[in-house]
Every structure is written in structure tokens, then in C-alpha cells.
């Protein structure tokens, strides 16, 4: 009986396996074609519509995105506003967090109503941009992160987790003479790295992606972050404007220029996730769970 079920449960174990392999691929699948269809020509794009590794190479797209001097500056102005973001939006998002998370804080229910009701309802777009130019951010990095400085998805995480605290810890800590703050830094932070390397993930991508917010407060083209300089390249890539270059040299090699912008946006963030892997779902599982 027992080497049936041990055979019976590695059958079952290759039959998971399996479809997780073929769900893998499947997920895989099209990165690995755009990733392809970069690196080849135009004309081979046009015949075969699927390409994973391509019978003619060809960097002609990537000379096309790195003809200009812009897109450096506009990967810069991106890496520090995702690296400030990020800073910023852990650092207040967890001390809003730790204290929403203390049971004996008068009117936490309300202050939690009020963020739970914001991930329902908000004030819409143009209540936004005027929030925005009312405070004089137009036109400033600034208005690129602080209208996204927190959010309650995020928030409700770290406060679950905040909770699952034990506050026997807490209690030590005062007797030692420590205060909120030095509970907060000394003990709290140092317990939490799994899920804060989560939520740093996660506003990471948020800030990285900033596309809308940049379009709509963004004055200055030399200001725009990468996201938006790239669909600029799409734009001249697509024919819109036939003959346009970014340098007036280099000519646009169209479908592969996409795929080539794709690549580009992407890499960033696949590079620093492996490194944050190892805490990503430890932290949101036990985030997630209602203390």
C-alpha cells in the first residue's frame, strides 16, 4: 500500500509539474517573441508574424531608440524618480501603517474607513490635476510622486503585517526606555524586511511605469521619464510621421522598433526583481493575513 501511494503521489506530482511547465511556457512564450522580434529585420517581422529566434539579426531597432542622447537622460530622470518614490512612499507608508496597526490609537476605525473607502471611490482626474496646480507642482518631479505617494492596497499590507507583531516585543522595548520611534526603527523595521521588500517592489513598478501622471504635469520634454520618451519613439517608429527620425538619420524600422521599446521598459525591472525574489511572496502572504 505505501509504494502505491508513493507512486501514485509522484504520478500526481508529474501531472502538476506539468501543467505548471506548460503554463510557464505559455506565460514566457510572448516575452521571449517580442524579445526575438527585436532583434531581427523588418521584412522577416512582415513573413513570419512569430519569431523566437530570428534567421536574420539586426540591431537596427536598438540603433533607432539609442540614436539620441535623450533617452539616457530620460532613463535617469526615471531611475531617480523610481528610487526617491520608492523611498519616500515605504518610509510613510509604513510609519502610517505601524500606527494604524496599534490598537490603543483613538480613531484608527475611522482613518482605516477613510482609506479603504479611497481604493473604492477618488476624486477623479480633473479634481487631481487641480490638487496638483494648486500646490505648484506642475511642471515639477515632485508631481510624479506625491499624488502616488501611498497606496491603501499597499498600506492595508503592511498594517496586517505590522499586527502579527507580537507586542510582547513592544512591551520590552518600553521597559528598556525605548520610545514609539525607537520601537518603530529598532524593532519593527528590522522584523518587517520580508514584507517591505514586497511593497518596495510594488511601488518600484508603480513609479517606473509613471506614464499618465508625467503627461499630464509634465511641462518640460526634457523632464519626461522613459516611459513616455518611448512612446514618443513608437509614435515615429509607426509611420505617423513618415520620414521622421529622432536624430534625422537613423530611419525607424517600425514593428521591431515596438518590440525593441518593450525590451527596453522591461529590463529594468526583471534585473532588480531576482534580487527582492526571496522575500516577494513570504512578504505578501503574510501581509495579506488579517491580524
Request: aromatic share 14%.
Amino acid at each position: 500500500m505505501v509504494e502505491d501511494r508513493t507512486l501514485g503521489g509522484r504520478i500526481f506530482s508529474f501531472f502538476i509539474y506539468s501543467i505548471l511547465l506548460i503554463f510557464a511556457l505559455v506565460s514566457f512564450l510572448p516575452f521571449i517573441h517580442v524579445l526575438g522580434g527585436s532583434f531581427t529585420t523588418s521584412a522577416e517581422l512582415a513573413v513570419n508574424k512569430f519569431v523566437i529566434i530570428p534567421k536574420i539579426w539586426s540591431l537596427d531597432a536598438y540603433r533607432f531608440i539609442f540614436s539620441t542622447n535623450t533617452i539616457f537622460r530620460a532613463m535617469l530622470v526615471s531611475v531617480i524618480v523610481t528610487l526617491v518614490g520608492t523611498l519616500f512612499s515605504i518610509f510613510i507608508s509604513s510609519m502610517m501603517a505601524y500606527g494604524l496597526s496599534r490598537k490603543d490609537l483613538d480613531g484608527r476605525k475611522v482613518v482605516m474607513f477613510g482609506v479603504v473607502f479611497t481604493m473604492l471611490f477618488n476624486g477623479g482626474l480633473i479634481p487631481t490635476f487641480l490638487v496638483v496646480k494648486e500646490l505648484n507642482l506642475i511642471d515639477s518631479y515632485a508631481a510624479l510622486i506625491l499624488p502616488i505617494a501611498i497606496s491603501a492596497f499597499n498600506l492595508i499590507i503592511l498594517k496586517n503585517f505590522f499586527q502579527n507583531i507580537p507586542e510582547g516585543l513592544e512591551e520590552s522595548a518600553k521597559i528598556d526606555g525605548c520610545n514609539d520611534f525607537g520601537i518603530f526603527f529598532r524593532i519593527v523595521l528590522p522584523l518587517s524586511m520580508p514584507v517591505l521588500a514586497t511593497i518596495s517592489l510594488f511601488y518600484a513598478v508603480t513609479y517606473w511605469n509613471t506614464y499618465l501622471n508625467a503627461i499630464l504635469y509634465l511641462d518640460s520634454s526634457y523632464k519626461w521619464p522613459i516611459q513616455v520618451l518611448l512612446r514618443q519613439i513608437v509614435v515615429l517608429a509607426s509611420g505617423i510621421d513618415h520620414g521622421a527620425s529622432l536624430d534625422g538619420e537613423v530611419p525607424p524600422p517600425d514593428q521591431t522598433v515596438k518590440m525593441a521599446v518593450i525590451v527596453v521598459a522591461t529590463i529594468p525591472i526583471m534585473i532588480v526583481y531576482p534580487f527582492l525574489q526571496k522575500h516577494f511572496a513570504k512578504g505578501a502572504l503574510l501581509g495579506s493575513i488579517k491580524g
